[in-house]
């Protein structure tokens, strides 16, 4: 695949030295190419946790470092991340 390939509806590819994967939120377990899931993103941008909230910062990070980002969405077999909604609909 051509590196500067665009897919329309398409958020892009993970950058260099960043993780993403698609989970089933309820099980964590992985979803195969083009099935929804909450995407999980790891890497040196991501952050350590919530500044003196330990409990938020374990509802959001699982142990070995992935962050829950709350998005849904796809990964398709390209690599390529769609976000189709949100685990839960809140605005601060």
Do not use: N
Not at 48 to 71: C, F, H, I, N, Q
């Amino acid at each position: 695949m051509h590196p500067l390939m665009i897919k329309h509806e398409s958020v892009g590819m993970p950058l260099v030295d960043t993780d993403c994967k698609v989970v089933d939120p309820e099980t964590g377990r992985e979803m195969p190419p083009d099935e929804v899931g909450e995407l999980l993103w790891r890497g040196p941008q991501v952050m350590k946790g919530y500044w003196r909230a330990p409990e938020m910062t374990r509802e959001v990070l699982t142990e070995d470092g992935w962050l829950r980002s709350g998005d849904l969405g796809y990964m398709d077999e390209d690599g390529f991340v769609y976000v189709v909604g949100r685990t839960k609909e809140i605005i601060k």
